[in-house]
């Protein structure tokens, strides 16, 4: 009985939806068959969009480095990392859930927020073969209208986003050395220019109009102890990491 009970917690989701199964067709039988062939056309585009994602996915872990999606989608990557991340979600093809296991990988390989955001909303709303649909059906200047302003909103939307949610709000291991240079912030308001955290740490600190500036790279493991002894001995303590960090 506590197995059954175990399974039950472990597996909330799928119950409820059993459960709402067994009741439509206790009392609405007919929609049950209905509800019954849209869960399988949608089962079986899963399993014929999924696997090619999951190897996509898996494709970026393993062979993208991590210094190129910090470099073309991370918090540095500027007015680039937002073209670049309109125009994968863009070019995308698949429903908008594919979306999301790649979007975890480029998040847990450095990938900013907004940028995520920006993916996402794009592969939603403005992928290209449904922008062609809706011009055949709705008129090129309904579509084009509509593109301009939903994509104002997008980036809009994205900005806003990477302010209110962190990344350590989201539950993704980053994958490096267990030591992202992304959660290695440095507040130039309290930063004095003495330049000790270039002095021990080169690899990631340069001075730039006298103040300290983080260098976008890999943190590998045998310079965390480096990285740390510069946040550690920064005179007026403008280096600051996240508490989750190894
Ligand atoms: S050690 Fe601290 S105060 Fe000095 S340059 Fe680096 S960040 Fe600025």
Redesign the pocket.
């Known amino acids: 009985m506590s197995r059954l009970k175990q399974a039950v917690i472990n597996n909330k989701l799928f119950t409820m939806v059993l459960a709402a199964y067994v009741l439509i067709s206790i009392f609405i039988p007919d929609k049950a068959v209905q509800s019954f062939q849209n869960s399988l056309f949608y089962v079986k585009e899963m399993i014929m969009i999924m696997p090619v994602i999951l190897l996509l996915t898996s494709l970026i872990k393993a062979w993208v480095p991590q210094k190129t999606i910090m470099n073309n989608f991370g918090k540095g990557s500027g007015v680039k990392g937002s073209i670049l991340s309109f125009l994968l979600g863009s070019l995308s093809a698949g429903p908008i859930y594919a979306a999301f296991p790649l979007c975890k990988t480029l998040l847990a390989k450095g990938a900013s927020i907004s940028n995520i955001v920006i993916i996402l909303c794009t592969w939603a709303v403005v992928k290209v073969p449904m922008l062609l649909n809706e011009a055949k059906f709705l008129s090129p200047k309904f579509m084009f209208i509509r593109w301009i302003l939903t994509s104002i909103s997008i980036f809009i939307m994205g900005y806003i986003m990477s302010k209110l949610v962190r990344k350590e709000d989201i539950p993704v291991n980053v994958v490096n050395t267990g030591y992202s240079i992304n959660n290695v912030l440095?507040n130039r308001k309290y930063?004095?220019?003495?330049?000790?955290?270039?002095k021990i740490a080169p690899q990631y600190?340069e001075m730039n109009n006298k103040?300290?500036k983080l260098i976008n790279r890999d943190v590998k493991k045998d310079e965390i102890n480096n990285l740390n002894k510069?946040i550690e001995?920064?005179?007026?303590k403008?280096?600051k990491r996240s508490s989750g960090d190894g």
Do not use: D, E, R, T
Not at 191 to 198: I, Q, R
Not at 233 to 236: A, F, V
């Open positions: 440095i930063c004095v220019g003495c330049g000790l955290c270039v600190f103040k300290a510069a001995k920064c005179p007026s403008a280096i």
